[in-house]
């Protein structure tokens, strides 16, 4: 009679205990290198509902507070805010009205980062010719973004996060998640905006930006950017732990 796979006894097989340090140790050499051959870029974490609805976030009191009745019907009717390019949420609808600067973003960090070369396409449309710019984005660890966030250039373009992807290694058996077999976050397909976008709006100017992050030659050190850095909320899973 066959032996049933359920019976353990029978399964010439070894489980390999997951190693707790292979982890850390991957994760940190993926930094090391992004720091040594990148270049620093500014990364916009928007509210999402996922937010809203865990309570980190509230509506946006300026395109979603009181309204005449034209402006109540209008967003009845369409079920949106009634301003396309709020300055104060920045077109989510989402606002933590506790925020000591900007509650309108979730957070807005510096992180070194590697770029691929942009792709251009040429595309015809209604209005006529259009030139769309693609890129692949990668940074360190210690954030994860989502599709709708934004990050900017030192060469002032403003990119929009469309897909995400976990670079992970499986260090044995277990039941690995995002967080931990994790070593980075890779960002392919990001589109780049028109100046006429919402991104454009989110401080700083790319005039601002741009001189900012360019920071050339290397002074072979991270640079603290803090005093330009605004975070309202958590940047990764509240179970992430830097570091061994």
């Not at 109540?72 to 949106?80: F, H, L, S, V």
């Not at 589109?191 to 709006?201: D, L, R």
Request: hydrophobic share 35%; glycine share 6%.
């Amino acid at each position: 009679m066959a032996s049933s796979l359920g019976n353990v006894s029978t399964q010439p097989y070894f489980l390999k205990t997951p190693d707790p340090q292979l982890i850390p140790q991957q994760r940190q050499q993926h930094n090391e290198a992004v720091y040594a051959y990148g270049e620093y870029s500014m990364f916009i974490l928007m509210w999402h509902i996922e937010d809203y609805l865990a309570g980190a976030c509230q509506r946006c009191p300026y395109c979603f507070g009181e309204k005449n009745p034209v402006e109540a019907a209008i967003e009845d009717a369409y079920k949106q805010a009634i301003l396309n390019k709020c300055p104060q949420c920045f077109g989510t609808t989402y606002f933590q009205n506790d925020a000591a600067r900007l509650g309108g973003l979730k957070a807005r960090i510096v992180r070194p980062c590697m770029w691929n070369t942009a792709d251009v396409t040429h595309d015809y449309v209604q209005q006529g010719e259009v030139d769309s710019s693609t890129s692949t984005v990668q940074s360190i660890s210690d954030f994860r973004m989502r599709s709708g966030d934004y990050v900017f250039r030192a060469d002032q373009t403003r990119w929009r996060v469309e897909t995400i992807q976990t670079d992970f290694i499986i260090s044995g058996f277990q039941a690995a998640s995002d967080i931990n077999a994790m070593i980075g976050y890779t960002y392919p397909g990001c589109k780049q905006e028109e100046k006429t976008s919402v991104a454009f709006i989110i401080p700083p100017e790319p005039s601002i930006a741009g001189p900012l992050l360019n920071v050339n030659p290397a002074l072979n050190y991270p640079v603290d950017f803090s005093t330009w850095e605004v975070i309202n909320g958590e940047l990764i899973a509240d179970d992430f732990v830097v570091g061994p």
